[in-house]
């Protein structure tokens, strides 16, 4: 009986220690992996660089009466700078809903903190003689701007405010 009880005390202890050694090896093994991955994408980022171009969709109120907003697409190409600072060329189309038309504009856009931007361009549709804006970066992804357009109706001198936001992606 007594050679019974130490058997089982003698594998117990076996047993259990060979776990926790078991599970911190396991532990270790899993914290290498996960370093090693970290490290891999540090050096995926560092050899892509800053994203130059970004795509989205866009809505604004311009030649727009009442609470419609127009539809458009937008692309920016980063000209100078990194991170998504600097000057930047910006074409942007618009679908005028209540026009069924589209408007064109083009313009170059500096961005001197990563919050907020401002710019001006041409319409090249004959819509509109120039645009002027100033915006917000929401996020990365989410941005909102006011506009001041010239547009070109009946040769008025006059610059209308105009608000946009939109949605865009890098590449």
Do not use: C, W
């Amino acid at each position: 009986m007594r050679v019974k009880l130490i058997f089982i005390i003698i594998v117990s202890v076996l047993v259990l220690s060979v776990n926790p050694v078991q599970a911190q090896s396991d532990l270790d093994s899993r914290l290498a992996l996960i370093e090693a991955s970290q490290q891999l994408e540090a050096e995926n980022a560092k050899e892509l660089g800053p994203r130059k171009h970004k795509f989205g969709v866009t809505l604004s109120n311009f030649s727009s009466e009442g609470n419609l907003l127009n539809p458009g697409f937008r692309l920016e190409n980063q000209l100078t700078g990194t991170r998504g600072r600097g000057l930047k060329l910006i074409s942007e189309a618009y679908y005028l809903r209540e026009e069924d038309d589209f408007a064109g504009f083009i313009s170059l856009a500096f961005e001197p903190h990563p919050l907020g931007y401002f710019g001006a361009g041409a319409e090249v549709t004959g819509r509109a003689n120039y645009q002027v804006f100033a915006g917000v970066n929401i996020t990365e992804n989410i941005f909102a701007e006011v506009k001041g357009i010239n547009p070109e109706e009946n040769g008025s001198e006059e610059t209308e405010i105009y608000f946009g936001t939109g949605f865009m992606i890098g590449f």
